[in-house]
């Protein structure tokens, strides 16, 4: 029986994997051997390549291509008409599909609409890609990436809230009280 929810207009491939509470909108494409963790919101008008790895609770928003070679884990956010790539050098007339470069999103991170996340770059857990900025590095936890190319501007915290540290390399969040600790350019919660 299935578990999950999916538009009529959706199309599934066989071999997917879609966990209980996953909700897949109007026109959006989930194609073979893809696991989609439970209750995921994949929107309107989305491309799930084969073998891509969704957590639970993953939000997609409408428009956005997942490729071969992405996971991501549990309560991650990609922004409306974000992209991922998978070959660092396309050319049309050359089948590159054995160079696919792996990309990695920790939890709880966000990317903001229409990032571009340069294959091969690893985004840390609870990071923050502002709206329009293209990954062309690994992304610390925490950091906030902003800009072409994106460069760090802070720390998040896993509320989503700006950290500001002291000289003591410690921060609160504002909305959640909780505390946070900055060490040789890492941050850990306390």
């Known amino acids: 029986m299935k578990e999950y929810f999916a538009h009529e207009s959706a199309y599934i491939d066989e071999g997917c994997e879609i966990g209980a509470g996953t909700k897949i909108w109007h026109f ?3 194609m073979p051997n ?9 929107g309107q008008n989305v491309v799930v390549s084969p073998q891509v790895i969704l957590g639970n609770n993953v939000k997609v928003q409408n428009n956005v291509s997942i490729y071969t070679g992405v996971t991501c884990g549990d309560d991650v956010f990609l922004g409306p008409s974000m992209v991922f790539t998978n070959v660092i050098n396309p050319r049309s007339a050359v089948n590159r599909k054995s160079e696919y470069a792996k990309t990695n999103v920790g939890n709880g991170a966000s990317i903001g ?19 329009g900025s293209v990954i062309t590095k690994n992304v ?51």
Request: proline content about 4%; charged content about 20%.
């Open 140 to 190: 610390p936890a925490y950091a906030l990436m902003v800009g072409n190319p994106a460069r760090q501007m802070g720390w998040m915290s896993e509320f989503g809230s700006r950290l500001e540290f002291d000289e003591q390399g410690q921060a609160e969040c504002k909305e959640t009280g909780d505390r946070y600790l900055l060490n040789n350019n890492e941050v850990t919660k306390l």
């Open 34 to 42: 893809c696991k989609i963790g439970e209750g995921c919101n994949i």
């Open 28 to 30: 959006s494409h989930i």
């Open 113 to 131: 609409a229409n990032a571009t996340i340069v294959c091969g770059h690893d985004i840390g857990p609870f990071a923050f890609i502002g709206a």
